[in-house]
Structures are given as structure tokens and as C-alpha cells.
């Protein structure tokens, strides 16, 4: 599966952004998908997930209630909105399948992930 993230830019703080993932394949609607960033110098971190049929969803503490995870099988594409957005938001964001879950599951860890989308620039300035 090819994986197109987009909707990256740059915002001032308190501002929203949402970031879409458009995925290739007739499989979409069985992959877990989730969202990741990372900024210069530290490690790729995990973001928010969603199930197969989007019915859940969990969130790094960081983001919980600030962002929310959404997906449309019907158009291959998983969302983020991102409202509220601080400084320390800012970072690439990338888009990532896990095809080896079951339904109702969500993947937080990199390593569950088997395809990763090319990441889109998130600034927020203060």
C-alpha cells in the first residue's frame, strides 16, 4: 500500500489544521492506521490510532482532546484534526498502516506499523 499524507503548513498557536492520508489498495478498510511525528534529533512519536471500522481511537496524552482521529474507507483516507495547536506541535507528521491487526484494534507502537506515508511539515509559531 502507497501511503499520501498532506495538509501540513504553518499556523499560529491556538489555530487548527487537518491533516489527511490517502492510501492506494482495495484493503484499506482492514488496516489499522495511525499518525506520528517527529522533530529534528528525537525519536518518531505516536500520535493517535484508529480501528479498522474507526469505531476506536486513542490518543498520546499530549494530544488527547486537542486532536481527533477519523477515517473514510469509502475514499481510502484517514484524517487528523488538529485544533488548539501549541508550539511543541510542531514537528513532520506522518501517516502509518498496520495490516496485521483484527478488528477493533489500534496499534501505538511504531513497530506494529507496515507502511509509512512521507510525512507533512507541521509549524505552529507562538
Known amino acids: 500500500v502507497q501511503l499520501q499524507a498532506s495538509g501540513g503548513g504553518l499556523v499560529q498557536a491556538g489555530g487548527s489544521l487537518r491533516l489527511s492520508c490517502a492510501a492506494s489498495?482495495?484493503?484499506?478498510?482492514?488496516?489499522?492506521m495511525g499518525w506520528f511525528r517527529q522533530t529534528s534529533g528525537k525519536e518518531r512519536e505516536f500520535v493517535a490510532t484508529?480501528?479498522?471500522?474507526?469505531?476506536?481511537?486513542y490518543y498520546a496524552e499530549s494530544v488527547k482532546g486537542r486532536f481527533a482521529i477519523s477515517r473514510d474507507n469509502a475514499k481510502n483516507t484517514v484524517y487528523l484534526q488538529m485544533n488548539e495547536l501549541k508550539p511543541e506541535d510542531t514537528a513532520v507528521y506522518f501517516c502509518?498502516?498496520?495490516?496485521?491487526?483484527?478488528?477493533?484494534?489500534?496499534?501505538?507502537?511504531?513497530?506494529?506499523?507496515?507502511?509509512w506515508g512521507q510525512g507533512t511539515q507541521v509549524t505552529v509559531s507562538s
Open positions: 489498495g482495495r484493503t484499506f478498510s482492514s488496516y489499522v
Open positions: 502509518a498502516a498496520d495490516d496485521n491487526g483484527v478488528a477493533g484494534s489500534v496499534s501505538t507502537t511504531r513497530d506494529r506499523y507496515d507502511y
Open positions: 484508529i480501528s479498522w471500522s474507526g469505531t476506536r481511537r
